[in-house]
């Protein structure tokens, strides 16, 4: 099977990728330990900053195909 890409572009693309799940890990890991901050800085309950952080991870999942 042939691609279409050179091994430069091979290389680009493996690390773009590669730079798309660490950003990904790093933001959770960042927002993870904050979530019990979170429910006092935006005076909002535990609930519904969870609900607002799996509504971000959803969206965030769904775009990483794009």
């Not at 799940?21 to 890991?29: A, P, Q, R």
Request: avoid cysteine; aromatic fraction near 16%.
């Amino acid at each position: 099977m042939s691609s279409n890409f050179t091994k430069h572009e091979q290389k680009w693309a493996f690390r773009l990728a590669f730079a798309v799940i660490i950003l990904s890990w790093m933001s959770i890991k960042i927002s993870m330990p904050a979530l019990p901050i979170l429910s006092e800085v935006f005076h909002s309950t535990p609930g519904g900053v969870k609900l607002s952080v799996t509504i971000f991870f959803i969206f965030f999942a769904l775009s990483q195909p794009i």
